[in-house]
């Protein structure tokens, strides 16, 4: 049974920082891509980082680039999520995501259940 489940999530400033992490279980984690989405209420989820299962291949969406950087520790079986410089419009329910290939859409294969992100003006 696959399972991904995140944490690090919490309360910040705006301006501030968080690392969001996201424990995997059940799978080869080592030949899984892995993703961050994010989701409000009442608004679709969207896209924010990926990763291949080497590391060596990134992707943000334009909202969180040069802000976030995605990382990973295939011998921990974790991928992370370092946020810095936040914005209120960064606040949204947190999740991260597996699949085979690198991409944007959410045609991934597996789902965490969330971490909440709250960023205060």
């Known amino acids: 049974q696959v399972q991904l489940v995140e944490s690090g999530g919490g309360l910040v400033q705006a301006g501030g920082s968080l690392r969001l992490s996201c424990a995997a279980s059940?799978?080869?984690?080592?030949?899984?891509?892995m993703g961050w989405f994010r989701q409000n209420p009442g608004k679709e989820r969207e896209f924010v980082a990926a990763?291949?299962?080497?590391?060596?291949?990134?992707l943000y969406a334009d909202s969180v680039k040069g802000r976030f950087t995605i990382s990973r520790d295939n011998a921990k079986n974790t991928v992370y999520l370092q946020m810095i410089t936040l914005k209120p419009e960064d606040t949204a329910d947190y999740y991260c995501?597996?699949?085979?290939?690198?991409?944007?859409?959410?045609?991934?294969?597996?789902w965490g259940r969330g971490t909440q992100v709250t960023v205060s003006s």
């Open positions: 995501a597996a699949t085979r290939l690198l991409r944007r859409d959410r045609l991934y294969d597996y």
């Open positions: 990763i291949s299962w080497s590391g060596s291949s990134t």
């Open positions: 059940g799978l080869t984690f080592s030949s899984y891509v």
